[in-house]
Antibody
Framework: EVQLVQSGAEMKKPGESLKISCKAS????????IGWVRQMPGKGLEWMGI????????RYSPSFQGQVTISVDKSINTAHLQWSSLKASDSAMYYC?????????????????WGQGTLVTVSS | QSALTQPPSASGSPGQSVTISCTGT?????????VAWYQQHPGQAPKLMLY???KRPSGVPNRFSGSKSGNTASLTVSGLQAEDEADYYC???????????FGGGTKLTVL
């Protein structure tokens, strides 16, 4: 069974750094793209970026390029999303998502598997 | 890239059909058949309902169907049931390095 289990809720102050995680199980971690989606309170879904664990090839939405860093640790089948200096506007629910494979290739164009979400609250 | 455009709300009575539109551009919906629809109930993670315009993942009822014409994709829910009341989001592949764009979401109310 494919599972994406995310780290717990975080409460941080503006300017602090943060790294949240998404531990994958039930499939070959290095084969499938893993992405991150933001949902601000009461708002819609926003695609942030995606990484291919096999070679750490990473793509970012222009809206999030330079604002966050997506990485993986293949040794523990875990993807990470990190901020070096949080802002209040980073307060949101963050979901990790897994891509799919078709015809012998793997893509991150839609997402069947979602983590349970990590709530990040940034407040002074 | 800009978000896809969805109506903020839609509604229907039990047993009726409702269609939700998702309008993009020639850079996303109009070019690629990688449109997906997600259902999100309050307090839950989104759930994939349709992918590649009209394909259903295992377990999704065939009351959910999809189509696309030009730059607009549509989700139709037939035989509305109370449990269909949720927020629905469309997404599309937008090329250029695996970029994905979401719609703003539509709140579906079952009257």
């Amino acid at each position: 069974e494919v599972q994406l289990v995310q780290s717990g809720a975080e409460m941080k102050k503006p300017g602090e750094s943060l790294k949240i995680s998404c531990k994958a199980s039930g499939y070959s971690f290095t084969v499938h793209w893993i992405g991150w989606v933001r949902q601000m309170p009461g708002k819609g879904l926003e695609w942030m970026g995606i990484i291919y664990p096999g070679d750490s090839d990473t793509r970012y939405s222009p809206s999030f390029q330079g604002q966050v860093t997506i990485s993986v640790d293949k040794s523990i089948n875990t993807a990470h999303l990190q901020w070096s200096s949080l802002k209040a506007s980073d307060s949101a629910m963050y979901y990790c998502v897994r891509g799919y494979c078709s015809g012998g290739s793997c893509y991150g164009r839609w997402f069947e598997f979602w983590g349970q979400g990590t709530l990040v609250t940034v407040s002074s | 890239q800009s978000a896809l455009t969805q109506p903020p709300s839609a509604s229907g009575s039990p047993g009726q059909s409702v269609t939700i539109s998702c309008t993009g551009t020639s850079s996303d919906v109009g070019t690629y058949d990688y449109v997906a629809w997600y259902q999100q109930h309050p307090g839950q993670a989104p759930k994939l309902m349709l992918y590649e315009v009209n394909k259903r993942p295992s377990g999704v009822p065939n009351r959910f169907s999809g189509s696309k014409s030009g730059n607009t994709a549509s989700l139709t829910v037939s035989g509305l049931q109370a449990e269909d009341e949720a927020d629905y989001y469309c997404s599309s592949y937008a090329g250029s390095n695996n970029l994905v764009v979401f719609g703003g979401g539509t709140k579906l109310t079952v009257l």
